[in-house]
């Protein structure tokens, strides 16, 4: 590790699930869309990081029989996108100095979208 930089805590979540004060740190949505059923007040998300969410057109193409390792490469190709890369950048700078809760609402975060940006923001 280079000075000034500590370990990074990058937790995985479902949005739906309560928040922990105490453990969760700045709670970032990974969604491109609000999950449904869900207030803005009960989600209880401090940030909204929209550019870091797959495109609409990969979501469908793997909802629609893709394959979970090609997923994975399509959406690391879509993270170089000059957006995604200054949002990873300044996210691992706040991972840096707290925990950090990337939150989805995928009933499986580990296996989403956010089981790659997390690997991406340690």
């Known amino acids: 590790m280079g000075r000034g930089e500590g370990t990074r805590v990058v937790r995985l979540k479902r949005v739906y699930d309560p928040a922990e004060p105490g453990a969760d740190g700045v ?28 495109s609409s057109e990969l979501r469908k193409w793997f909802h629609g029989g893709g394959s979970v390792e090609e997923f994975r490469e399509r959406y690391a190709v879509e993270l170089e996108a000059a957006e995604a890369v200054a949002e990873i950048a300044r996210l691992r700078e706040v991972a840096s100095a707290g925990p950090v809760t990337l939150l989805t609402a995928v009933k499986d975060p580990g296996a989403s979208h956010a089981g790659v940006l997390a690997a991406l923001l340690t």
């Open 27 to 54: 709670r970032v949505l990974v969604d491109r869309l609000w999950p449904r059923g869900l207030s803005k007040e009960a989600a209880e998300v401090d940030e909204w990081a929209k550019a870091l969410a797959p």
